[in-house]
């Protein structure tokens, strides 16, 4: 398939330089690129026409159905309309360009949208379980794309439904867009002046940075067809624009692994550039970056988990994070919260779900909360008056919750720390999955387990303090009631 996908790639109009950039397997992460001799930084690997891309502007199907139908029929939001586009192309065979390309991609993948129950349970407790989204995309499926299958026989011919559109099919293209796509946003003519500018990593799950908002927002329709396409996606400056969803042929051969991105993809008018960041000796991996996301969304999106060293030891995934929920704060610090106070907390923009890294620092946000539901009256009121959430100030009785809070955090996961160390050190017969998601909770609850550590610490100490100052001050009066009394005495 490597010299297939090659070939294809060139007659389409791809280039790559065949003398340093080659494809291989390894072992345990499928297909990827390597350096055939040493290639110096700033090396152009390969080169894409836009055109060779494949989203919501170069498929034909949005033209063919109609940009009104599309929108009524609910195609122009979210990946829907790309997902009926991927399936519709693979259908027509070689008459489509990225027939070579489909027969490329894998057909099977190892994220839990496609784990049973029992795999699903070992994730209890994790980032992962409530964003499968498995309920979400057959509501999709079911709503928008089948009656548009339905509605146009001559596009997708009934004979062709029970092969190409199944259900089973879109969540194929659903995971292969999750693992593989890449935002690419149109020219703008305003960049014609420069030479280059830097992509960003292939990461469609993360909203776009504020930058590239406001070039959306910035950005003119140049021509009919743009514009049609343009329409084609609703427009929500706050969201990302479906028409920019693309599969990247070559550029999606790149495996990542946390620090070790060696290339980067540039965009241009025309193309789209693979060039290496770094010096790349020869028989070495060329890695692109998935943005270096959490073992949680790794394990979801692409259906892996990193494990390097840690700085404390051992191997994990050191941007791994936790996620502690609003309300089982809000339910530690106080049972009988009132509502108005958490309304106001969610109106101001506050969290409802607080992140632990491996930085160990606690939320300034997560304290305030805490506070704000442990107000007296009068205070609260004060603080709504002037919109203002309380200081996040740490005292002994702020402590005392965040300790129980994590202490809860942590029994929420089937599994404790020793028990999944010991599971991954001693036992050879781990499926795949069943390993990845002991990683997953593992690198969750050492998060957990240090920030713990730290704050039954700092509580010993602060109640310590408080003791010793009570002692002092307990001696310092009896001396000065014995003084008394001696003066009394007198
Ligand atoms: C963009 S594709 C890369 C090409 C892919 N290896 C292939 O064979 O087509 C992303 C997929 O590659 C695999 N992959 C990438 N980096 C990996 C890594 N560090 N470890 C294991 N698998 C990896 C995962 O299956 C992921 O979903």
Redesign the pocket.
């Known amino acids: 398939m490597d010299a297939e996908i090659l070939a294809w790639f060139t007659r389409q109009g791809g280039t790559y330089d065949a003398e340093r950039f080659g494809l291989s397997q390894?072992p345990?992460?499928?297909?990827?690129a390597i350096a055939l001799t040493d290639i110096p930084e700033d090396h152009t690997l390969f080169s894409i026409p836009r055109d060779l891309t494949l989203s919501l502007r170069t498929s034909s199907l949005p033209a063919s159905f109609g940009l009104g139908a599309w929108k009524s029929g609910g195609l122009s939001t979210g990946w829907a309309g790309l997902m009926l586009c991927m399936m519709w192309e693979e259908s027509k065979s070689s008459e489509s360009k990225w027939s070579v390309y489909f027969q490329?991609?894998?057909s099977t993948?190892?994220?839990p949208m496609f784990w049973n129950e029992q795999e699903i349970e070992e994730l209890e407790g994790t980032a992962v379980v409530d964003k499968i989204g498995r309920q979400d995309a057959e509501k999709d499926y079911h709503e928008r794309v089948l009656p548009a299958l339905q509605s146009r026989p001559d596009l997708f011919p009934p004979h062709l439904l029970d092969v190409h559109f199944t259900l089973e099919r879109y969540h194929m293209m659903g995971s292969r867009i999750l693992?593989?796509s890449f935002t690419v946003e149109n020219w703008d003519s305003a960049d014609d002046d420069e030479e280059e500018e830097e992509f960003n990593e292939?990461d469609v799950d993360s909203s776009p940075s504020r930058g590239q908002q406001d070039q959306n927002a910035q950005r003119e329709a140049k021509d009919g067809e743009e514009k049609f396409h343009d329409e084609v996606a609703e427009e929500d400056e706050d969201e990302e624009d479906p028409s920019d969803v693309a599969m990247v042929p070559m550029a999606?051969?790149?495996?990542?692994?946390y620090g070790s991105e060696n290339a980067k993809l540039f965009y241009e008018k025309h193309t789209l550039r693979m060039v290496s960041t770094k010096p790349i000796s020869a028989g070495e991996q060329i890695w692109?970056t998935?943005g270096d996301p959490p073992n949680s969304d790794l394990l979801r999106?692409?259906?892996?988990v990193?494990q390097v060293p840690l700085p404390q030891g051992d191997v994990g995934n050191p941007a791994d994070i936790v996620e502690i929920r609003a309300d089982l704060v809000v339910s530690t610090a106080n049972s009988q919260a009132d509502q108005e106070r958490i309304d106001w907390w969610l109106e101001e923009g506050g969290d409802d779900t607080f992140i632990l890294d491996n930085d160990f620092d606690l939320p300034e946000t997560m304290i305030s909360l805490i506070k704000l539901v442990q107000l007296p009256s009068a205070d609260w009121e004060k603080a709504k008056q002037k919109g203002k959430p309380p200081k996040p100030k740490v005292d002994a009785g702020v402590l005392a919750v965040i300790v129980d809070v994590l202490n809860k955090r942590l029994a929420q996961y089937g599994t404790s720390v020793q028990e999944d160390t010991e599971l991954l050190s001693t036992r050879t017969d781990l499926t795949d999955n069943h390993k990845n998601a002991v990683v997953v909770r593992l690198g969750e609850k050492r998060i957990l387990s240090i920030v713990l550590e730290q704050q039954q610490q700092q509580l010993q100490a602060m109640q310590s303090h408080v003791t010793d100052v009570k002692r002092k001050r307990g001696a310092e009066s009896s001396t000065c009631s014995t003084h008394t009394a001696k003066k009394g005495k007198r």
């Open positions: 390894f345990g992460q499928g297909r990827g490329s991609m894998p993948f190892s994220t693992s593989r292939m999606d051969i790149l495996n990542a692994r692109n998935y999106r692409y259906g892996h990193d």
